[in-house]
C-alpha cells in the first residue's frame, strides 16, 4: 500500500469512528440504549479488523508492538458490553494514526517544497536569439539567461553583472546572497535580482539540485519501518499493563475493572509521540539545510559521542585559493595571474582551475593558448599571445627558464607555490593554499558543547600538513596518511567510546561513511558515493549546518523521550486508579484521550525548533563566491 492509500484509509477509519460514536450518542439521548451500542459497535469493527491485520503484519515480521494493548482494550470493551468505552477507544486510536499522518505530511513540506521548485526548461542564448530548451539539452559552456524568479536549473558561473540569489529553500539563508561575475552559482538556488547570464559548469543531471532532489526522492521512496523509541520499552509496558489487567479481575472478580485497566493503557503515547517528534526534527533539519535520510538515522545521529572528520573539504574548503602573488622581471600581479590562467585553462587540475576561476573573477580577458603540453602533476607549458609560458611547480618551470626566482617565500600550513615564467624568465609565484573553513574552530566548540566528547582528524594528507592546518583546535586525535580502509578502521576502533558519526565528502571517504553510525556527506556537490553511503547530507559546504544537525537531532529526541515519559507515567497512574475502581472505562478512555492530545501536541514542539548555532545570511549578506575546482 502506497502512502497516499495508507492515508486515505486513515482517513476514512476516524471518520467511520466518529460518525459511529455520534449517531449512538443521538440515540442514546433518544432514549434508544440498544441501537445506540450497536452504533457504538459498527463504529468499532472496521478500526479493530485494520488495528489486527497490522498487528499480524507485525508478528509476521518478528515484532511486538503496543497496538496489542489498544486491540484488547475495543475486544475486552466490547465483550463486556461496554461499547461507548470501545467506540472512544476507536476515535483516539484512528485519531492519532490520522494526526500522526498529518504531522507526518507536515512535517515533510521542506522536502515536498524541493521537488515542487525543480525547473523542467532553462533560456539559452543561440546565435544571438534566446531559445527556450529543455534541461537535458543543457551542455557545460552553454550561456544561459536566468530572469528574475527563476530556478537556477544548472550550477555555473555568473557571466554578466551581479546576481542576487534566494537560497533559502536549500540553505535557510532568510537574506538573497550577492554574488559577482565570475562566481559560482549553485542550482536550486532563485534569482531575487534583475536577470542575469549564466555558463553552465555541469550538466543537469550532475549538478547540485539535482542531486538533492535524487536525495530526497530516496528517502520518500524508503520503505523501512520508522525508529521507535518506544520499541525498545513496548514488552515491558505490554508485561506491566497485562499484570495491572489480570490483578484487577483476580482481587475483585470485576471485569469491567479489567477493561477499565485497558482501556487506560492503550499505548498512544509510545505509538504517536515518538514518530511524530522525530519525523519533525527532519523536516526542521531540512529547513536548516541537512537532509537525513530517515527518523532513525536522526535518533542515531542525537546520541553521537565520537566525531570523526575528513580534512579536505570537510575541515577545509577542499578549494585552493591564491592568497598571494610574488611578482618578478617588473610584471604585475594581474600580469603574472593573466598569462597564468591564460594557460591553464587547458589544463583539468584542480589547482589549474583555481587560477582560471580567480583569473575571471578579477575581470580578466584570457586568450587561449596554443602548442599547450602538459606533463600529469608536474605542470604545463605554451604559447599565449605570442609568448612562451610554463606554470607548475619550482622544479618543471627551472627547467624552461635562464634564471630560476631566488629565495622561497613563507607559506601558510597546508599551502602550495605556483611558479610561472615567461620566455624564459622568472616571472612569478602564486601562493595558493586550501585553507580551515572561517567556522571550523567556532562550530567545533560548540559540537562539544552539544555532547561530542571527542573530535578525531582523519586524512590522507601527510602528517606535518594536518598538524599546522589544525593548530590551535581543539583536537582530540589526529591520524594522517589513512587509505580507505584505515579510515573504516579507524571508525570501527572509536565506536568503543559510543557512536561515531564520520564526516567526509570525498570517495574515498564513502566506506567509512557506510561503517560509522551517523555517515554525513558534506555537500550535495561532493562525490556521489560518499553522498549514497551517508546517512546525511549537508546541502551547503558549511561546517556549521553539521553543529545545527546535531543540535536539531538532539532537541528531537529530547521531546520524543519527554512525550513517552509523560504518556506512560500519566497511564500507570490512571491504570493503577482504574484497577482501584476510582474509573469506570468510559471515564478512562477519555482521560487517556486527553493524555494522548497532550503528549502528541508536546511532540509536535519539534516543529518549532529554532538551531541557536545557526548563523545565516543576515550576520553577512554579501557572500564572496567560492573558486571553482573542479
Known amino acids: ?33 440498544d441501537a445506540a451500542g450497536l452504533a457504538w459497535a459498527l463504529g468499532v469493527l472496521p478500526v479493530l479488523a485494520a488495528l489486527l491485520i497490522e498487528i499480524l503484519r507485525s508478528l509476521l515480521r518478528g515484532e511486538v508492538g503496543l497496538d496489542i494493548v489498544a486491540a484488547l482494550s475495543m475486544l475486552a470493551a466490547l465483550i463486556v458490553g461496554e461499547t461507548l468505552a470501545a467506540a472512544v477507544v476507536a476515535v483516539m486510536y484512528s485519531g492519532g494514526t ?46 544561459l539567461l536566468i530572469r528574475q524568479g527563476d530556478v537556477v536549473p544548472v550550477d555555473g558561473v555568473v557571466a554578466s553583472g551581479t546576481a542576487f540569489l534566494d537560497t533559502s529553500a536549500l540553505t535557510g539563508e532568510s537574506l538573497p546572497v550577492r554574488l559577482s561575475r565570475g562566481a559560482e552559482a549553485m542550482s536550486g538556488a532563485t534569482n531575487a535580482g534583475e536577470a542575469f547570464d549564466l555558463v553552465a559548469t555541469r550538466r543537469a543531471m550532475e549538478s547540485t539540485y539535482a542531486g538533492i532532489v535524487r536525495l530526497v526522492e530516496e528517502a520518500q521512496r524508503s520503505k523501512a519501518p520508522m525508529s521507535r523509541l518506544a520499541d525498545r520499552w513496548s514488552l515491558g509496558f505490554l508485561a506491566v499493563t497485562i499484570v495491572f489487567a489480570v490483578a484487577a479481575w483476580w482481587f475483585t472478580r470485576d471485569p469491567i475493572r479489567a477493561v477499565a485497566v485497558l482501556v487506560v493503557a ?13 519525523v519533525a526534527g527532519l523536516s526542521r533539519a531540512a529547513h536548516f539545510g541537512v537532509l537525513v535520510k530517515g527518523a532513525g538515522a536522526l535518533e542515531a545521529m542525537a546520541r553521537v559521542r565520537t566525531l570523526i572528520l575528513d580534512k579536505t573539504g570537510t575541515l577545509t574548503d577542499g578549494r585552493p585559493r591564491i592568497v598571494s602573488i610574488e611578482n618578478q622581471c617588473g610584471m604585475t600581479e594581474d600580469d603574472i595571474l593573466r ?33 599547450v603540453s602538459e606533463t600529469p602533476g608536474e605542470g604545463i607549458s605554451g604559447n599565449v599571445e605570442g609568448r612562451n609560458i610554463s606554470v607548475g611547480s619550482d622544479r618543471f618551470v627551472a627547467q624552461h627558464v635562464q634564471q630560476t626566482a631566488s629565495g622561497r617565500p613563507s607559506l601558510v600550513p597546508g599551502s602550495v607555490l605556483v611558479a610561472v615564467a615567461a620566455d624564459g624568465q622568472a616571472a612569478g609565484r602564486l601562493i595558493m593554499a586550501d585553507p580551515l573553513r572561517d567556522d571550523a574552530g567556532t562550530t567545533l566548540d560548540w559540537l562539544r558543547s552539544e555532547g561530542v566528547e571527542r573530535i578525531i582528524l582523519a586524512t590522507g594528507d601527510r602528517a606535518d600538513v594536518a598538524k599546522r592546518v589544525t593548530e590551535g583546535m581543539r583536537i582530540d586525535g589526529i591520524r594522517a596518511g589513512l587509505t580507505p580502509d584505515q579510515k573504516v578502521l579507524l571508525v570501527l576502533t572509536e565506536r568503543k567510546n559510543g557512536p561515531v558519526m564520520m564526516v567526509g565528502d570525498g570517495m574515498n571517504d564513502a566506506p567509512a561513511l557506510a561503517a560509522a553510525d ?45 512525550s513517552v515519559v509523560a504518556g506512560v507515567g500519566l497511564s500507570i497512574l490512571g491504570m493503577a486508579a482504574a484497577a482501584f475502581g476510582y474509573l469506570i472505562p468510559v471515564e478512562g478512555a477519555l482521560l487517556q484521550e486527553a493524555i494522548d492530545v497532550a503528549v502528541i501536541l508536546n511532540a509536535l514542539r519539534a516543529l518549532r525548533i529554532e538551531s541557536r548555532n545557526f548563523r545565516s545570511s543576515e550576520s553577512s549578506a554579501i557572500v564572496e563566491p567560492d573558486q571553482d575546482t573542479r
Open 339 to 371: 598569462l597564468a590562467a591564460a594557460l591553464d585553462q587547458a589544463s583539468k587540475h584542480p589547482v589549474a582551475q583555481a587560477i582560471v576561476a580567480a583569473a575571471r573573477m578579477r575581470g580578466l580577458r584570457l586568450p587561449m593558448p596554443t602548442d
Open 518 to 562: 551517523v555517515g554525513v556527506a558534506m555537500g550535495a556537490r561532493g562525490a556521489a558515493a560518499s553522498a549514497e553511503a551517508a546517512d546525511a547530507v549537508l546541502l551547503v559546504d558549511r561546517l556549521d549546518r553539521l553543529g545545527s544537525g546535531i543540535e536539531i537531532a538532539r532537541r528531537s529526541r529530547r521531546i520524543a523521550i519527554q
Open 1 to 33: 500500500m502506497d502512502y497516499a492509500s495508507a492515508d486515505r484509509l486513515k482517513t476514512g477509519l476516524l471518520l467511520i469512528a466518529l460518525a459511529g460514536i455520534v449517531t449512538g450518542l443521538v440515540l442514546h439521548f433518544s432514549g434508544k440504549v
Open 98 to 143: 490520522f494526526l500522526e499522518s498529518f504531522a507526518e505530511g507536515r512535517a515533510k513540506h521542506e522536502m515536498r517544497e524541493l521537488l515542487s521548485r525543480v525547473p523542467r526548461t532553462a533560456t539559452r542564448h543561440r546565435n544571438g536569439e534566446l531559445e527556450d530548451v529543455p534541461l537535458d539539452e543543457i551542455e557545460p559552456d552553454d550561456r
Open 266 to 278: 492503550t499505548p498512544c503515547p509510545l505509538i504517536l509521540a515518538v514518530p511524530v517528534a522525530l
